[in-house]
């Protein structure tokens, strides 16, 4: 059975940092595409950004040059570092297959981006 797990999550200020792990259980790993997706309060789950099983990267335009994806197949473990916050990336942010998995959804990392 496939369960991801993130952490990492935090409460920041506007301009700061947060590291976003994602550890998968599983073979599913290395075989999909993975993605992080995030749902601030009152607002649908969104895609953030993906990384194809050959380092391909895909980025939401609200992110570009601030988030940087990435994956370690070896240690069945995804990253997001998020540089620059705002407090728009408040959210609960997940990771999961891309396109998503409704059976996959972990309990996510709350994210916080406040002063």
């Known amino acids: 059975q496939v369960q991801f797990v993130e952490s990492g999550g935090g409460l920041v200020q506007p301009g700061g940092s947060l590291r976003l792990s994602c550890a998968a259980s599983?073979?599913?790993?290395?075989?999909?595409?993975l993605a992080w997706y995030r749902q601030a309060p009152g607002k649908q789950r969104e895609l953030v950004a993906f990384?194809?099983?050959?380092?391909?990267?895909m980025y939401v335009d609200s992110v570009k040059g601030r988030f940087t994806i990435s994956r370690d197949d070896a240690k069945n473990t995804m990253y997001l570092q998020m540089n620059s916050l705002e407090p728009e990336d408040t959210a609960v942010y997940f990771c999961?297959?891309?396109?998503?998995?409704?059976?996959?959804w972990g309990q996510g990392a709350q994210v916080s981006v406040s002063s």
């Open positions: 990384i194809t099983n050959l380092g391909t990267t």
């Open positions: 999961n297959v891309r396109p998503a998995d409704d059976n996959y």
């Open positions: 599983g073979q599913i790993f290395r075989f999909y595409p």
